[in-house]
């Protein structure tokens, strides 16, 4: 009558399933993110931008101001509480010996209200060289953000290198930043 | 105090899922009745403890505590009440609690409902009910608590993602869960019936009634959520392919199979093993979707927290419960002897058909869903399976389906007639030349593609099937008509229930096929008092109103009167709005329906020069699509009051007397 074989089959399917879940879970617990699909606009030029500046005694980000020095561009905004857990470590990195004068820190302010923008640096102090405000969020759009914090790698040809999405964790800035860092400024 | 409560019914209810799930099923392998019968008052007590750590969850949620973590990260004292009681199951850990109640009603429902129910049966099924129920509380109680408190407590809490804050979406999740969990009913008596190696028509009659109540409020949930990305996504489209959505879409599929293949096993005794699989790949299908939204394994719009630790436990509770009942299944399956031999053309013929093809289909799902998974892991690169993907295999399965669909319910056990069938169904095929003609000629000049025409005929040809299956059924206009009348009492509410569910996904299709072909969209600036065409209506900017302040949010609003041929329609008022807690924008975009169609409007940025960026749509026949899927949720209500759902399974119920007369 019937052949005992057919009945194993969905044991089969289901055994294979579970093996590339295990290994994606895997990847995750390591601190891969292998969901996330890498961004189109890496080794492409850095999109045009002119953003005014927010705060008085620092220039606004501007696209110009890219080429010629390694950049790290970082998308924040005051309501952001990954990027608050961020903001210590961007101070520690920029007080570094071996960053001194070899990158520029230029932060975005995105989608934020100015004075709370100022408010939340003036508390936490302010580790941007230089600093825009991106009210509407359209410098953002063009650089593929799709939530704060972000950041992007640019090299003195100012053409995006990496992209963090998500707060830094000291790991992605010994892992991967750093070495990255050594790279371009040679 | 009131949160220590709800943590301490829920670590008891742990302790009663572990006795409902040994010792029923001790008893009922050593045919002891006592030990059997503990599963009634087990359920019984799991509910009222699932219910009163719910209820504690929800009081914390009422009354803002916000010294419990979840309350802290979930609402706002600012939020409107039914925010505030929607945002209970607006969480990963919430949703979860109300996952597991779920469960408990429905055990609750076999310890009360299930008097004539062999005894053996409900003990097993009661146990492998409890067994779930175990694995999610442990579940809860290690990676997910919800009474976590935090000290000191925040003044006021994070808020609740904006875009839930929703009326269609607060009650969207219970009712996937109903549906969700519903499948846990015929899964734990397939796993029940295959411990005690019999499945008959008794079986298949208990099965039903709870698949039915699963797929209604899976239906329901499914078309909630399908329309509340509709009016609040502000993209004027209705599914997207999202993984989520696709999590709930596979159940869906397997469950409406499984919905017909239980009719042959209690018509027909044949079929058995695949209903079994059937039974267990449904609910292991809403597992799998629990597992995929809560484990960050794959992104999607609409994912709760990804955490891997998480991910760990349900896999292993997927493993557990999937494995060992497929394991089960490949062990005790063969001994599942069918009965009836049928010809492939026949109702079982159809019916099989039908299973084929949505098995088919939700394979397919699974396999776009999952597809960037096995390439990231068989390094044929990162890539994202989209709706081209979808669309490509999703129709050529649908449309024989839809065909076979009207011709079926004619067709007679065991050996069909096709010829006598279609005989049957002259006017419908003359209706669906009809409309493919007539929308062919209507539309054919302005680019309506020819698809489109066949899409319409072929909802005309399923839904004047369905109607003349039904005035076959009652003899309509052949004998007269205080018969029919009579018959028309006399037909069992599962034959008006069918006809409705088919009628219902006539409609469907032919709302997919308007809102596919014919959506008219213009995206422009514009200034108050400029004017735009758009199917025939005309829009005017009369302008926009800023600051308005809702409970939680300030909006843009904007002002759209709309005339046809200069004679009035109505007035549009879509907004923009900005929530405080979390800051975030959402669009609220306006629609007018008069049922055949609907005019959609959102309002976007400003240009600087006192301009507003609009996008309008005509999105046609797009309403049918949710009155299809209300259509389709009452036939299955309608069917579920069927008498013999009520009077119970006569023929069970004299073996098991019989059974109980020995003992």
Known sequence: MMRRWPTFLPIGVFAVLVCFFAWRLVLITRGDAPNLIPSVMIDKPAPAFDLPPLVLDRPGATGAALTGKVTLINFFSSWCIPCRAEHPLLIDLMNRSEIKGRLVLMGIDYKDKPEDGRGWLNRLSNPYEVIGMDRDGRVGIDFGVYGVPESYLIDRQGRIRYKQVGPFTPEDIQGKLLPLLAELSK | MIPELGQFALIIALFVTLVQSVVPLVGAVRGDRAWMEVARPAALAQFALMATAFGALMSCYVTSDFSVLNVVQNSHTDKPMLYKISGVWGNHEGSMLLWVLILSIYGMAVSVFGGNLPPGLRARALSVQAMIAFGFLLFILLTSNPFTRVDPAPLNGDGLNPLLQDPGLAFHPPFLYLGYVGFSMAFSFAIAALMEGRVDAAWARWVRPWTLVAWCALTLGIAMGSWWAYYTLGWGGWWYWDPVENASFMPWLSGTALLHSSI????????????????????????????????????????????????????????????????????????????????????????????????????????????????????????????????????????????????????????????????????????????????????????????????????????????????????????????????????????????????????????????????????????????????????????????????????????????????????????????????????????????????????????????????????????????????????????????????????????????????
């Open chain 2, 264 to 663: 042959v096993v209690e018509k027909r005794d044949t079929l058995k093993a695949w209903t079994i699989l059937l039974a267990i790949v449904t609910f292991s299908l809403s597992l799998l979707g629990t597992f995929l939204v809560r484990s960050g394994v794959l992104t999607s719009v609409h994912s709760f927290a990804a955490d891997p630790a998480r991910g760990v436990f349900v896999l292993a509770l997927l493993v557990v419960v999937t494995g060992g009942s497929l394991i089960l299944f490949a062990v005790r399956g063969p001994s599942l002897k069918g009965g009836g031999l049928f010809t492939p053309l026949s109702r079982e013929g159809a019916l099989l058909l039908n299973n084929v093809l949505m098995s088919t289909a939700a394979g397919t799902v699974l396999l776009g869903t999952l597809y960037p998974l096995f390439a990231d892991a068989l390094d044929l690169g990162k890539v994202s399976v989209g709706p081209p993907f979808f669309n490509a295999v999703f129709i050529p399965l649908m449309v024989p389906m839809a065909v076979t669909m009207a011709v079926a319910p004619l067709l007679s056990w065991k050996r069909g007639d096709l010829a006598g069938v279609f005989g049957r169904l002259k006017l419908g095929i003359v209706a669906t030349v009809v409309v493919v003609v007539a929308t062919w000629l209507l539309k054919g000049g302005d680019a309506g593609p020819l698809w489109a025409a066949f899409g319409l005929g072929l909802a005309t040809w399923l839904f004047v099937g369905a109607v003349m299956e039904w005035a076959d059924r009652v003899r309509l206009f052949r004998v007269p008509f205080s018969e029919t009348l009579e018959r028309l009492v006399r037909l069992p509410r599962s034959a008006y229930g069918m006809t409705l569910a088919h009628a219902g996904v006539a409609v469907v299709i032919a709302g997919i096929t308007g809102s596919a072909a014919w959506t008219v969209e213009k995206i422009q600036v514009m200034h108050p008092g400029d004017v735009v065409t758009v199917s025939g209506y005309d829009l005017r900017l009369d302008g926009t109103e800023d600051g308005i302040v809702g409970p939680n949010y300030m909006a843009l609003r904007a002002h759209f009167s709309v005339t046809r041929d200069g004679k009035p329609v109505t007035d549009l008022y879509p907004e923009k709005r900005m929530y405080r807690q979390p800051p975030r924008p959402t669009t609220d975009a306006a629609i007018h329906t008069n049922f055949i169609g609907d005019l959609y409007a959102v309002i976007g940025d400003a240009d600087g020069t006192g301009g507003y960026v609009t996008r309008l749509y005509f999105n046609p026949l797009v309403p049918w699509i949710f009155i299809g899927a209300v259509i389709m949720v009452i036939g299955g209500l309608v069917s579920l009051t069927d008498r013999r759902y009520r009077v119970g399974a006569p023929l069970r119920t004299a073996r098991a007397s019989v059974a109980k007369g020995r003992v």
